[in-house]
């Protein structure tokens, strides 16, 4: 089954450092999003993306985030400068739009900001 | 706002109980609703959604608009069936997933 895959599995970075996650959408899905989780909360949505435009965003995704598919295969998020409180796991998930409207997350990637 | 409530943090059943995971949701509008199952160290899945209305791995959910209640059932819990359960809803006017705060299924031998 296609899955989608996110790199790195775990990133550890200095506060207010850039950072970048990536995800590699399923072949021909064209909608992505990004969630996070920080320890013992709720998976929180950040932003949708298509058609390389932000379709939606929350009040998380603020100045600092950015979303680009910069060769039209790898889907990232890049934190511009790091806070303590950015530190959760963060989840990609693609959606092909059919008509089953599923949306297949990726393994996620651990931050962690000292 | 729309929300999304699991008031079980943790569930501990013995294997061949029934199990039944609560999820209540507050939405005005015409909502779809899923399941999300999370094993140990996999990544977040779809274990099913109320417009299929199938039965996944023994497990069923219906939708009950009146109690604004999405809640997961199965009648027989096996050991495997442990693992982090999110209830997740999609509103009419976005594709954007809200998520409950998640239960954790524990069946014990």
């Known amino acids: 089954e296609p899955e989608v895959t996110q790199t790195p599995s775990h990133q550890v970075t200095q506060m207010g450092q850039e950072v970048i996650l990536r995800c590699v959408p399923i072949s021909n899905h064209l909608y992505f999003y990004w969630y996070r989780q920080i320890l013992g909360q709720k998976v929180e949505f950040l932003v949708s993306f298509y058609n390389n435009e932000i379709s939606e965003k929350s009040e998380i995704f603020d100045d600092q985030f950015s979303v680009e598919r910069p060769d039209g295969s790898n889907f990232t998020l890049k934190i511009r400068s790091t806070k303590l409180e950015d530190s959760a796991m963060y989840f990609c998930?693609?959606?092909?739009?059919?008509?089953?409207?599923?949306?297949?997350f990726g393994a996620g990637t651990r931050l962690s900001v000292l | 706002a729309q929300r999304v409530t699991q008031p079980e943090k943790l569930l501990s059943v013995f294997k061949g109980a029934p199990v039944e995971l609560k999820c209540n949701y507050s939405y005005s509008g015409s909502p779809e609703l899923f399941w999300y199952v999370q094993y140990s160290r996999q990544r977040l899945q779809l274990l099913l959604r109320h417009i299929s209305r199938e039965s996944i791995k023994g497990f069923t959910a219906d939708l009950n608009k009146g109690e604004t209640s999405f809640h997961l059932k199965k009648p027989f819990a096996q050991e495997e069936d442990s693992a982090m359960y999110y209830c997740?809803?999609?509103?009419?006017?976005?594709?954007?997933?809200?998520f409950g705060s998640g239960t954790r299924l524990l069946v014990r031998p």
């Open positions: 997740a809803l999609r509103m009419d006017s976005s594709y954007k997933l809200i």
């Open positions: 998930a693609t959606d092909g739009r059919d008509s089953k409207n599923i949306q297949y």
